[in-house]
């Protein structure tokens, strides 16, 4: 009888061993799992609490929160987001705060490598300020705001201004001063710095928002502008140790062209990129020697009380004299729409529809002119969009 219970539990082992683990995920350490799910959004992330025990508080050591508020239909989305979220009108704010603010109660109180915030609804200022304050104590290293809110501005609190863990920060405003920008930063560590829709005035600014950030490497004003009739003319933009800036979509009314400039003091500086309308940018005396530099410009055209000719005109002359500043640039890349528009002003040829089938021509005279403008370019494309051929390089 030993004998063959000896042996049946043999087999049973046998079975055993030949039945492979189904759940070898959850085996894994909670470092790795909180890992895996720290891309997810927070909200999926803590649906996986439904898988088993296992997964019930794992999404509370993640060190990274993402939280959206979306401004969708409920009944075509109800799959992909929580009911509470919704309600037959449109998007239940409130549900959504209380959400976020379960969630950093619950959450281990460890440190954050990044906390995201986009709002395409209006929510409170309070709630807003009080998830920046969260992530500053919790000594975030990449924030994300996309500000949205109706109740007034939300100010910044003191702690991230000043916050030494800080290496990324993007401040997006869905509406105008959603978020109030502040007069002065010291950041430390800061690396790159991105700010979209922000008025600059006299009120808020007096160029210590970048010459705080002695560690900024990259900076992005993207759809900013200078209040128009104000005190301040000139943002100066000082950052010892800058070495990208892009300026994209510049927003100051043409009535404001001639008075309104942006200087830039950046010794280092090694990429430059210019996007969108034009505007007066001034580099210092001793212009850096910038590696590359990516300019698309393109004339406004909707403002009826100015004329067009004479627009293009201070476009083309604004640009030329740009380049000219940048006459050490290694690396030169313009648009095709940017040439189109010199060649327009330099009367070389007509300016040609965007979408054609066989490669544009550009003229040789202002290819000379381009390069006799900036004399120490080594390299100079211009860039053609895919409909109709491949980079042309002079």
Known sequence: MEANDRKKMTRNEQKDEEIPDLDRLSCLPDSILSHILSFLDTISAIKTSMLSKRYRFLWTLSQILDFKLLRLNPYRFRRCYPHDFFDPKGLNVLSFEAHVNHVLQRREHSNLTMFRLSLNAPAGSEFIRNCIDYAARHKVRHLRIRGYTK?????????????????????????????????????????????????????????EVFSGCLSLETLVLNKCWIRPADKLKTLGVNCSNLKNLEIKYWRSPWRCFVEQSIFVNVPALDFFKFQGHIAKVKFRDDSPCVNKAWIDICCPTACASFEVNGRMESSSESLIEMIRQLRNVKSLSLS????????????????????????????????????????????????????QSDEITG
């Open 151 to 207: 109740q007034g501005s939300v100010v910044l609190p003191r702690l991230l201004l000043v916050s030494p863990s800080l290496t990324i920060l993007h401040l997006n405003n869905a509406v105008c001063s959603s978020i109030e920008l502040p007069k002065s930063l010291s950041l430390p560590n800061l690396k790159i710095l991105r700010l979209k829709n922000f008025e600059f005035s006299d009120s808020n600014y007096n160029g």
């Open 336 to 387: 095709l729409r940017t040439v189109e528009e010199q060649k327009n002003i330099l009367k070389c040829s007509k300016v040609k529809p965007k979408k054609v089938a066989r490669p544009v021509a550009i003229s040789t005279h202002v290819l000379s002119f381009l390069l006799e403008t900036s004399p120490s370019t080594e390299f100079l494309s211009i860039e053609i969009p895919k409909v």
